[in-house]
């Protein structure tokens, strides 16, 4: 009679036992599901059209750009000796606007490669200070439109609020379709090359809308190449030793 009263006293205690833990882990997995809900909801907030494009693998746009370009001049050697017309000469920065395609390849969360064909429109002028007493200065102003073929690498930060900072570098192609009206002027007195390569540099900031993605963009570019072609018999041409590109650029990036 004990034996069966005490199996039925551990049957009672054991099920009120396994009824108190499965309670106890119930309550836990609510707990924990409700925390859970509002972490993610806060990895989330504010990114909601980020999270429209963040599929994407590529997508397309336009580029409209300002750009300020000149030239970094290198004096020939015998700037002093052999020149007695000329005391100096120099690069004056002058304006221009960029028009370009957009196609940007995801490769992972947070890098693109990104080609970038357009046309750019440049003007830079050399400034030749004249030695002889009573003459002006004088410039000689270099009017470009560049075919332009970029291509970048890019670094994006983690998106904030449909935000994201990125930084940039790749490698520039550029023609200037200009230079043949420039060959027919004889009386040029500096003549440049109409290829050149450049390395570019920069940052920005992704902003993420509906229906688009506006990127306002900075960066620099840096000729790797001597563009100057001399040209005998004058002095303008003699006493510089190489010329090299550069260009600063703000750019309005849409894509979507």
Excluded: C, W
């Amino acid at each position: 009679m004990q034996t069966t009263d005490l199996r039925n006293l551990l049957r009672l205690y054991g099920f009120q036992t396994l009824k108190n833990v499965l309670k106890t882990v119930s309550q836990t997995v609510i707990v924990l599901l409700a925390t859970a809900a509002p972490a993610k909801a806060q990895s989330t907030k504010g990114n909601y059209n980020y999270l429209d494009f963040q599929n994407k693998p590529y997508y397309f746009g336009i580029t409209l750009g300002y750009n300020s370009s000149d030239y970094r001049v290198f004096r020939g050697k015998n700037f002093n000796i052999h020149n007695d017309s000329i005391a100096g000469v120099e690069s004056v920065t002058g304006p221009g606007f960029n028009l370009q395609i957009i196609s940007n390849l995801k490769l992972g969360e947070n890098f693109d490669i990104r080609f970038l064909p357009g046309f750019a429109f440049a003007e830079r002028s050399l400034e030749y200070d004249p030695s002889r007493r009573g003459r002006l200065d004088y410039l000689k102003k270099i009017e470009s439109v560049f075919v332009e073929l970029p291509f970048q690498v890019r670094y994006k930060s983690a998106p904030y609020h449909d935000k994201r900072l990125f930084v940039l570098a790749g490698l520039k192609y550029s023609y200037d379709i200009q230079s043949r009206s420039r060959t027919r002027q004889a009386t040029d007195l500096v003549k440049v090359s109409p290829t050149d390569f450049a390395i570019e540099y920069g940052a920005g900031m992704q902003m993420f809308f509906p229906y688009f993605i506006f990127s306002p963009e900075f960066k620099m570019s840096h000729g790797l190449g001597n563009i100057l072609i001399y040209k005998q018999g004058f002095n303008e041409s003699g006493i510089l030793e190489k010329l090299l590109s550069r260009m600063f650029t703000i750019s309005l990036h849409f894509e979507g």
